[in-house]
Every structure is written in C-alpha cells, then in structure tokens.
C-alpha cells in the first residue's frame, strides 16, 4: 500500500521536471501504470492482509473505491488536455501537480487505518479540489460556487472533529476501524451519531444539504466535475460505512428521519432534473438523487443494503464521470450547456450519439449493467424493511427514465443550429469514453469484485 502511495507522489516533482513535449504523454502513462497495479486490490486475502502496516489498511470496503480513484487519475488528465493546451507551460504543470495531489490524499483517505487520520485526510481533499475549482472553473461564479463548498462541508465537519476527539479521549487510543466504542447513555450515543453523520451526510450529499454540488459542478473544470461526482461523493458514503464498525449500535428506527429525507429527496432531485436547463447542472442534480439511495441503504445497515450501496457508489462513479465529459465534449464544441442551443448532435456527431445513448442507459440501469445489480440490491433491502418504499422507489425510477431519456432527446435529436461549425470528434475522446464503459461492463459480469 506504501509502495503505490509513494509512486503517486513522486509523479508530481516528475511533472515539473518533464519536458513539455512529452508532458502529458509520461504523465498519462505513469497514471495509467498506477491504475493498473491499482487493480490487484480488488482480490485481496482478507486475513493475511499483506497490504496493511500500522497506519494504512485495505479492506473490501476501501479496495474498489481506491482502485475507482487510480483509474479516474490518467482519465481526467486525458478529458482536461485539449483545454489545458491553451494555457501556459507553468500553468498546465501546476494543475496537472494539483490533480495528483488531490488523488494521493483521496487514496490516503481510502486507505487509513485510524478515525484520526481519516478525518485529517478528508478535510485536506478539500484544499485541492478548492483550487482546481476557483483557479480553472469556467465561469466569474466559480468563487462563490468554492465559498458554497467550504462553508457547508467545513460548518458540518466541525462536530465531527469533536466526536472523534471524545472517542479518542474514551477509548485512550486513536479510534480503529475495527473495534467498538461502548457507552451507556443513549443520549451521548444520539449526539455522537449525529455529529459524526452530518459531514458525510453534507458530502454525499442529503437532500437539503445538497446546494453546494449543483454550483460547484457547474463551474469546475472538466477535471473537477469528473473527480467531485466519482470520488469526492462517495468518501461520504465510505465515511458513513466506516462509522458503523465503530460507533455504539442503534436501532435503524433512530436514523428514521435521514432515511425519509434521502428517499423524499430522490425523487425531489430526480423532478428538479426535469427542470433543468444547463446539461452540467442537470447532471449534478441526478447524482444527488443517487446517492440518495446510497444514503438510504447505508441506514438500513444488511450485508444487503451495504452491498448494493457499495456496488451503485461503483457504478455512478464510472457513469456521472462519463456523462460529465460527454456533456464537456458538446461544451467544447458549442461553448453552451443550454439543453436548447446543444441539440442536433446526432447530424453532425454520429459517433458520439452511441456514447450518449450508452451513458443514458446505464444511468436509467438498464438490466446487465452494474447500477441495476446496485439499485437491485438496495430496492430488496428497502421492500423487506418497509414494503412502502416500493412506493417511492418506482416513482424515482420512472423519472430517471424520463430525465434521461429528455436529456439524450435533447442533445442529439432536431436540427443543429445552423451557425455551428463543429470540429470532428478526437480519438482521445473515443479512448476516454471507452475506458468508462470498459471497466464497469467487465464489474458488471463479476460484480462480487466490489461487493
């Protein structure tokens, strides 16, 4: 674990010491490298744990989402190349040094063996991901959208910090994963689940603490938008699995009203997507109604619901990145996101038209795909808990359908406009699309990989 740690960080002297004509081809390469040593996580002993020192630790829980961390790495330096391209050589460097920074913290988070050290690692993601936001986002709102995303995850994280520090101060030790903190009142319990649910609840994030993800994704980079929606969401969801290793045992009643809140907010987020007009924000709001269902089936607490949270967390992982660099690649060519200025695409793009369709209907979940095996799982565990979700289920199904299938209308079909002058699509777009769709078709035939 030490091994794949150090080699990412030593990827950023490299970068300032390259030559900029092969700076994004060593770059892209050495990524990819990662990527795929990062694949043997997957299949690990879980009792010899070979992998594990006194300070790091893998497990199945950390193993995918740190393998989905590596392989997004060499794929949002091959989405941001053709607009890096314009910018000076520093410059290019500088966000390139960024992104790796930003991906050796989130791998540290994925991979701490401690509450104490994972906290600290959570909050230093931010740091990255901030500057990427206000120093390459695309629009004068980009400090406003960075103010929303340090006020709301900053704000929650505080009574966290101080839950820890009590466990810490309880136990004597830094809390591990693996053992249990026992206390007998049931109102420090209620307080110390709260306090520790409400920054990975504002990460996800939970209907109503969500404003700051539809902002953020709409003035980030193409990079920040992949990384924010495929790897910063889900550190809540792992947040909130780790979280129930250690803390005292609680009925699923208590957590009652976070599970209406998630599920109500599903189906909120799915209309508001019906709404919208800009392709990215239309993008962000459908992943606010799928962590929804992660947050829901985390609360429930079955080997279920925690598998099918784990596997949709996987999945929208591969397919939000995806969608977001279907809809910058439009972006690129239209510098628009309105849904009525992008329309056409199937006329001048016929190529890209299979992309999309593809995104769309894994995003719905269609069948064989790995975000129906995850929706499967969360809906059965949900139908045995209270048969009345299946209520609110259906309704949140059949307006993803609906949003999805508006969104790939309203791209592709009608006439273009006529004053579009568009350049043809890049192979690099093709190969980045295809290293998506690649590795979640390969997890959908095997998908106890992730479970």
């Known amino acids: 674990m030490l091994k794949i740690t150090l080699a990412t960080m030593m990827l950023v002297p490299t970068i300032f010491l390259l030559n900029q004509k092969i700076l994004y081809q060593v770059t892209t390469t050495y990524s990819f490298t990662l990527a795929f040593i990062s694949l043997s996580f997957l299949k690990q002993d879980s009792y010899l744990k070979p992998l594990s020192n006194l300070y790091l630790n893998l497990d199945p829980i950390s193993a995918p989402l740190l393998a989905l961390s590596y392989w997004l790495l060499p794929l949002t330096i091959l989405a941001s190349q053709h607009i890096m391209n314009q910018e000076p050589s520093q410059r290019q460097r500088t966000f390139l040094a960024t992104m790796v920074l930003l991906q050796t913290l989130i791998s540290l988070t994925f991979s701490t063996s401690n509450l104490t050290l994972m906290y600290i690692m959570f909050e230093a993601t931010l740091l990255p991901t901030l500057i990427v936001i206000t120093r390459w986002g695309q629009q004068a709102e980009r400090l406003t959208a960075g103010t929303y995303f340090m006020m709301y995850t900053l704000t929650t994280s505080m009574p966290l910090l101080m839950a820890i520090l009590f ?6 030790t830094p809390t591990l994963f693996f053992m249990s903190t026992k206390l007998t009142s049931s109102w420090i319990n209620l307080m110390l689940w709260l306090a520790c649910l409400a920054a990975f609840l504002a990460k996800m994030p939970l209907y109503g603490l969500h404003l700051w993800l539809p902002k953020a994704h709409v003035e980030a980079p193409i990079a920040g938008s992949m990384v924010l929606a495929a790897i910063l969401l889900k550190l809540g969801g792992y947040g909130m699995i780790r979280m129930m290793q250690i803390m005292p045992t609680m009925k699923t009643d208590t957590f009652m009203p976070f599970l209406i809140l998630a599920l109500w907010g ?14 990215k924000s239309l993008i962000a709001y459908s992943s606010v109604s799928h962590m929804g269902l992660v947050i829901a089936a985390t609360m429930i607490q079955t080997s279920w619901s925690l598998a099918g949270a784990m596997t949709l967390m996987i999945a929208h992982g591969f397919t939000s990145s995806m969608l977001f660099c279907l809809a910058n690649i439009t972006y690129e060519r239209t510098h628009t996101r309105i849904l009525m200025l992008t329309r056409g695409f199937h ?33 059965s565990s949900l139908f045995n808990w209270c048969p009345m979700t ?62």
Request: glycine content about 2%; some cysteine.
């Open 266 to 279: 599903a189906i909120l987020a799915n209309l508001t997507c019906l709404q919208q007009t800009d392709l």
């Open 347 to 379: 006329n001048i793009l016929p190529l890209l038209t299979v992309w999309w369709l593809t995104a769309n209907l894994v995003n719905i979940a269609i069948p064989p795909s790995l975000n129906f095996t995850g929706e499967l799982l969360i809906l």
């Open 167 to 172: 466990m810490n101060n309880t136990s004597n």
């Open 390 to 451: 299946i209520i609110i289920m259906g309704m949140s199904m059949l307006i993803t359908a609906t949003y999805s299938l508006h969104m790939y209308l309203s791209t592709q079909m009608n006439k273009p406009l006529t004053n579009m002058i568009t350049p043809p699509s890049h192979t690099r777009e093709h190969l980045l699309l295809a290293l998506h769709i690649i590795p979640l078709l390969f997890i959908s035939m095997k998908p106890e990989l992730v479970f």
